[in-house]
């Protein structure tokens, strides 16, 4: 399976998760580490979208595109099964209680969640710590542009 990542470029080998451990995110809380990943460069284009103000476009971004050895279990969740306010803004805590047990449980390499932001469309969170985080292969990183129409009024 391949999936995407949109990434400063600083940090677009970077497999560890820190952004996200930094920071927290719908699906983490500050303090655990996290790989937001995407099914699609659209779906990437659109999270990082959403999460930049208006008139900024964000500069020096690389987009990451990763392979998933089939052989991986992923931990697939159906939409009924998450908690009722999972697609909220702001995000809720429980999500990030959802994302941080998938962590800390190890049981799974990857949680495959619904996007909040694009109805239809899916994120793959990974979790760094697993022991199978390396049948997780960079296949290639490219420089990428945002067409600036995302960005102004």
């Known amino acids: 399976m391949i999936i995407f990542r949109l990434s400063k470029s600083t940090f677009s080998r970077d497999l560890l998760g820190k952004g996200a451990e930094k920071s927290g995110g719908r699906w983490n809380s500050k303090g655990t580490a996290m ?20 008139g900024n476009i964000p500069k020096d971004y690389e ?40 962590v800390k449980e190890n049981k799974f390499l ?26 997780l292969k960079i296949v290639s990183i490219e420089p990428f542009s945002f067409d600036q129409r995302l960005f102004v009024r």
Not at 64 to 76: C, P, V, Y
């Open 35 to 54: 790989i937001y990943t995407c099914a699609s460069r659209a779906l990437c284009t659109t999270e990082i979208a959403v999460h930049t103000p208006l």
């Open 63 to 102: 987009l990451i595109t990763m392979e998933i050895a089939d052989r991986i279990k992923i931990l697939d969740l159906e939409e009924t099964k998450l908690p009722c306010d999972w697609k909220s803004f702001p995000h809720p805590r429980s999500t990030q209680i959802l994302g941080d047990l998938f």
């Open 110 to 135: 990857i949680f495959k969640i619904p996007s909040a932001v694009v109805l239809g469309e899916y994120n793959f969170l990974i979790n760094p710590g697993h022991k199978d985080i390396k049948f």
